[in-house]
């Protein structure tokens, strides 16, 4: 009998593990219950590369943020095309090749289109228009035009269109070039009478001439032998998708006074 009973014990616990167990199975397997609902994807931020030493156009500011006319036109752009973008200060030697090496996306620095350019890199439609323009100090009175400069010890910032025509004039391996990794450098070495006139872009050239009254420096405008330049956003070579959404948001800025507002702010009234 207590045998019986054993066994009747033991039966109706094997049963009840069973039952759990199966009862655990079936829970596993109900829809739904192992898989949440796929989160929504991020969206994609563009890098951006710009070199932080070309005010007004792109500086730092106190916060080390990267700020300018340039950056305020992209962000209204960003914002019109429909997209985001981080802003990482990038040395100009070099920028173009993050391009290539997937560092950054779009190049926002005061690039001037040029056709040499345009063989390895795809740009937007132009948002700045910018001519080069002379900065002479104590001594450069008789500068009064570019052909002025043969003979003289000219600074400019390497790779920029600035160095370009001034080799045009001096000659490529003139040893009257000095070469600096910034504009301000540049202008910097005039300041110490280093040499006797720069050329670089005319916004920048302007704003460090206004902004330092205390360097006495002089400007030199030729428009003879200047050629208006026009500023671009650079992407990767065949980046079409990119090119599409940044010209989209440079027309719509430029349509409902964006851009004008924003160029007031940095350089007047057009």
């Not at 080069?132 to 390497?158: N, R, Y």
């Not at 005319?202 to 330092?212: F, K, M």
């Amino acid at each position: 009998m207590k045998q019986n009973r054993r066994t009747l014990l033991a039966t109706m616990l094997a049963g009840v593990f069973v039952l759990a167990g199966c009862g655990q199975k079936d829970e596993a397997a109900a829809p739904g219950a192992a898989s949440a609902p796929q989160a929504a994807a991020e969206e994609k931020v563009y890098v951006v590369g710009s070199d932080a030493a070309y005010a007004p156009f792109e500086f730092q500011n106190e916060k080390g943020e990267v700020v300018g006319f340039d950056v305020d036109v992209l962000n209204a752009v960003a914002d019109k095309g429909g997209f985001k973008v981080k802003v990482v200060n990038t040395p100009w030697e070099g920028i173009f090749a993050t391009l290539d090496q997937g560092d950054r996306d779009i190049i926002v620095s005061s690039v001037t289109i040029t056709d040499e350019r345009k063989q390895s890199m795809d740009f937007s439609e132009p948002y700045f228009e910018a001519r080069q323009l002379i900065a002479t100090g104590k001594g450069g009175e008789a500068i009064k035009s570019f052909q002025d400069l043969k003979g003289k010890k000219v600074a400019v910032q390497t790779g920029t269109t600035g160095d370009e025509v001034v080799q045009k004039l001096l000659g490529k391996t003139s040893p009257d070039i000095k070469r600096f990794e910034s504009l301000p450098l540049a202008i910097k070495e005039l300041e110490n009478g280093g040499v006797q006139a720069v050329v670089g872009d005319n916004g920048v050239v302007a704003n460090y001439v206004t902004n330092n009254p205390q360097a006495n420096l002089r400007m030199v405008e030729d428009t003879q032998s200047f050629q208006p330049e026009f500023y671009g956003m650079a992407v990767k070579k065949g980046n079409q998708e990119l090119l599409d959404k940044l010209n989209k948001g440079i027309q719509a800025i430029k349509a409902d006074g964006t851009y004008d507002k924003i160029h007031t702010q940095y350089f007047g009234s057009k």
